[in-house]
Each structure stands twice: as C-alpha cells, then as structure tokens.
C-alpha cells in the first residue's frame, strides 16, 4: 500500500517529522480561491458545485504540499438535508430558518438529496489527490449543529440551544437524535466516496457546563462513532471538542474517537500528560501566531513539537486558518515542519 503518513499517525503510529494540515486551509485566504469565488457565485453554490469544491480542496495542496486534504464543504449541509432552508448573508455569515425555537423538527422536510453532490466532490477528488496524501472528510457534531439550527445562526454562548436544553430536553433529544441520524447517513456517504478519515467539529462544545457537556457533547458523539465504526471499522475519526478544557480527557475515554484535536488554548504538555496514552493528537497553534510570523512562529512551532516526544502528532491550528493569514507565513510553517527537531 501506498505510504500515507497523516493516515498512519491517525492509526497510532509516530512520525518525525509530523504530518501537517490545517483547518480551513481551503478558502478564503488563498489568492486563487477569491479568483474562482468572483468566477462561480456564492459560498453556497461553490460547496454544491462538484467542479468548485473539488478544485478548491486541491489548491492548498498544490501551493503547500500538505500531508492531509479536507473537502471543502460545510457543517450546514446537515441541517440543510434534514430540511431548513439554508442561506449565507455578506459579511453576516449562514441563515437557517425555520428556527427551531420556534418551528417544530417534525415540519421540516427532508431531502437528503443534497448530500449527493457532496459525495461527487469527494469522487471527483479522490481520483485527482496524490496517493501519498490523506483524504479527510468532516461534520459538525450534533451539538453544534443543533445551535445553529435552533437559532438560525451563529452565536458565542449559544443561549437559544442552550435554554431549550434545560427548558425542553425531549424535544431537544430529538433534534440530536434526527442529527445523528443523518450525520451517521453523510458521513457513510463521504467514506464510501473515498475519504480516507473523518473529522467531527464541536466548535461550540466550549459553553456547556459540565453536566450538559456529558450529555449533549460526549453521549451523542459516542453513539455517533460506535455506529460509523460499525460501518467502517477501519477509518479513523478525530474529535475536536473546541473549548472543552478540563473536559478533553473524558472526552477522549468514553468517545472512542480515535484521535483528539486540540485547540489553541490547550496546554500541548497537559494534553500529553493527561489524555490516553498513545492517543493520537492534533494541533494547536495559535492561527494569531501564524498571522504574526517570524521568530514568534519559530518559538510556537517548536514548543509544540517538544511537548510531545513520543505521542502521535499531527499538527494543525488551533481552529481555522485566518482570512488575513500571509502566504509567505505558510511556507514558513511547512518549511520549519519539514526539518527535524
């Protein structure tokens, strides 16, 4: 079989140098990704392009030579198939509606159909990625999904999602419960494709107090992996729990996630001393750091490399890349990963 290295440090094993990929490396801070956003429309209509999304999953590659491609996609296509109308605003970001704090699951409509075209960008991919690179592909994970679809956007505390969880955990249960069963359906769909991996976001799990981490962010993720392992035994997931803190171990023990991504505010050292052992982790420099370049870069890069000496390592951002992000900034990166410690 061909060599893959992000894939096999997803699988457990160790490689110096580590592989690297970085969260939104397909978008907007990439010259030729703004020339074919002004060429083909809005973000919606590249995601459903096969054409687009493809060929905006293999600039980075072509620019950087990453170890690990990510579809280019988003984690709205979920809700969009269990039927809410789904549009993004300039400058404002994705509309949902009907809201569900106020329109009932059981009025939405679903159409499943527009995970298809998602499944042509990975095929379409797939047969132009280089062998030796990882294909990933992703979801949000119920509970961020479910804040987006309860408030119809966006939000920092995540309020409306929350409230209707205390309020009404029922009917809260059942909006994760539709997610998961349609995650479970996209997922399967993008493995079957041909990605090599996945990785499930929960950008928001960082404003839920202990008790409702358990058991909207760690309970529903966990039933998730169990039934797309039993599905697909050998891909491996990564979970990425941004802003769990404290929480990440637990995480880690009762989600069966076969690798943890970690955010920028994550000691790596704790993350070393205190998740499994062996578990693979991902990340977590600071996407401000990579903004500011330089010695600062230098410095992050190679503390975060020291802090895990024998554990499987691929780096990454701590989140997504920024819009501002220098080119040259990039290659420094690459460059400062690709010789050895």
Same mark, same amino acid.
Do not use: C
């Given at each position: 079989m061909?060599?893959?290295?992000? =894939? #096999?440090v997803l ?17 907007r $801070?990439?010259?030729e ?12 209509d ?22 690990? #491609? !990510?579809? /280019?996609?988003?984690i709205? !296509? +979920? ?13 404002? %970001? ?6 569900? &704090?106020?329109?009932?699951?059981? %009025? ?5 159909? *527009? =995970?298809?075209?998602? $499944?042509?960008?990975?095929? *379409? +991919?797939?047969a ?16 961020t ?8 956007q ?5 309020s ?5 969880? $205390? ?9 994760? #419960? ?13 493995i079957?494709?041909? +990605?090599d991996? &996945? ?24 039933? =998730?992996?169990?039934? =797309? ?7 491996? !997931?990564?979970? /990425? ?24 505010? +994550? ?7 205190s ?16 903004? #500011? ?11 975060? *490399?020291?802090a /895990? ?9 701590g ?18 990963? *690709?010789?050895?410690l």
């Amino acid at each position: 079989m061909t060599d893959k290295p992000l =894939l #096999a440090v997803l699988r457990g094993e160790r490689r110096d140098p580590p592989p690297v990929w970085l969260m939104r490396q397909a978008g907007r $801070y990439l010259p030729e990704y703004r020339d074919l956003r002004a060429r083909t429309g809005g973000f919606l209509d590249m995601a459903y392009s096969p054409e687009a999304a493809a060929e905006i999953t293999l600039q980075p590659l072509r620019r950087y030579g990453f170890d690990g #491609a !990510i579809l /280019f996609s988003d984690i709205l !296509i +979920v809700p969009h198939a269990i039927g809410q109308h789904l549009k993004f605003v300039a400058g404002e %970001g994705p509309r949902l509606s009907p809201r569900l &704090v106020e329109a009932t699951l059981e %009025g939405l409509q679903p159409v499943l159909e *527009r =995970l298809e075209p998602i $499944y042509a960008t990975v095929r *379409r +991919v797939k047969a132009e990625l280089s062998p030796q690179t990882t294909f990933l592909g992703f979801a949000g994970s119920p509970w961020t999904v479910a804040t987006y679809m309860v408030a119809g956007q966006g939000s920092r505390e995540q309020s409306e999602a929350r409230r209707l969880a $205390y309020a009404d955990p029922a009917r809260f249960q059942a909006i994760i #419960a539709r997610i998961e069963e349609v995650t479970l359906t996209y997922l399967s769909g993008q493995i079957a494709a041909g +990605v090599d991996a &996945v990785q499930l976001f929960d950008s928001w799990s960082g404003s839920l107090a202990p008790a409702e981490f358990d058991r909207w962010v760690i309970a529903p993720t966990a039933r =998730l992996v169990t039934a =797309l392992k039993a599905r697909h035994p050998d891909t491996p !997931i990564i979970g /990425f729990p941004k802003g769990a803190g404290g929480k990440l171990a637990a995480y880690a023990q009762r989600t069966g996630v076969d690798a943890i991504g970690l955010d920028e505010t +994550v000691d790596p050292a704790w993350a070393d001393a205190s998740l499994p052992l062996s578990l693979p982790v991902q990340g977590n420099l600071d996407p401000l750091v990579l903004i #500011a370049g330089g010695e600062r870069l230098t410095e992050a890069v190679d503390r975060i *490399r020291r802090a /895990f000496p024998t554990r499987p390592h691929i780096f990454n951002l701590g989140h997504g890349i920024q819009q501002d992000t220098p080119l040259a900034h990039v290659e420094q990166l690459v460059a400062l990963l *690709r010789a050895p410690l």
